[in-house]
């Protein structure tokens, strides 16, 4: 079995995960520059977050492991087999403090790194709206009068307060999910079963 793991933030709750079930990380610890490292009796394969998507889908891995958020972005056919209750956070619309952001007429203007998510949301509510892609930092977006608001994940809330933004609505939960390939789930059924298995007996 190989796994591709999410870089950064998921992969250190995911090690804090794989050690609390009794995997050997320490190689995946002690990296280095190597992007594929063993851990027990599968290999795990470090990658950006849309490409851990990609390595699921042409079935060069069987699982793996990313947030909501690049689901919900990024699509595609695999399985959405388990919540793993880390990396929570939410998909918000926001716009300046004190600003309705439905005052007035005219298409709306939406800036944000999602643009599906902004799109598939304002399309719920039949709402026309106008999309620019940001890749980071899009909360200047309303400040520099680019956008009318911003669909974007917000955490603890400090990145909005510090640049005088609020939430406005929010869109959806996220946290990282582990998937799995549709042909692995069948060839590899037993194996894949006990590894959910055993993340379900330690997950909070
Ligand atoms: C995300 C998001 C917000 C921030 C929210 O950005 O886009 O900017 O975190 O977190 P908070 O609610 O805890 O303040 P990230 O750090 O992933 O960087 P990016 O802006 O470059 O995407």
Redesign the pocket.
């Known amino acids: 079995m190989r796994l591709a793991l999410t870089k950064g933030r998921i992969e250190k709750q995911t090690i804090a995960l794989f050690e609390k079930i009794g995997f050997d990380c320490s190689e995946l610890k002690d990296k280095g520059r190597k992007l594929i490292l063993p851990v027990e009796n599968f290999e795990v394969l470090l990658a950006k977050p849309d490409d851990v998507i990609t390595y699921i889908e042409y079935g060069v891995c069987d699982l793996g492991i990313v947030g909501k958020d690049t689901i919900a972005q990024k699509g595609g056919k695999f399985y959405e087999v388990l919540d793993l209750g880390f990396g929570k956070c939410r998909f918000a619309l926001a716009n300046k403090k004190d600003v309705d952001f439905y005052a007035g007429s005219g298409v709306k203007t939406i800036a944000t ?1 999602y643009p599906n998510v902004a799109r598939n949301y304002f399309q719920s509510k039949n709402m026309d709206i106008r999309i620019i892609k940001i890749e ?4 200047v977006a309303p400040l520099l009068g680019l956008a009318d608001g911003i669909v ?9 307060v510090a640049n005088g933004l609020e939430v406005k609505e929010w869109i959806m939960d996220i946290s990282s999910r582990l998937i799995v390939n549709t042909a692995s789930m069948k060839l590899k059924m037993e194996e894949i079963n006990e590894f959910i298995r055993k993340i379900e007996n330690v997950k909070i």
Request: net charge negative.
């Open positions: 790194k980071g930092s899009v909360e974007d994940i917000v955490e603890t809330g400090n990145t909005l």
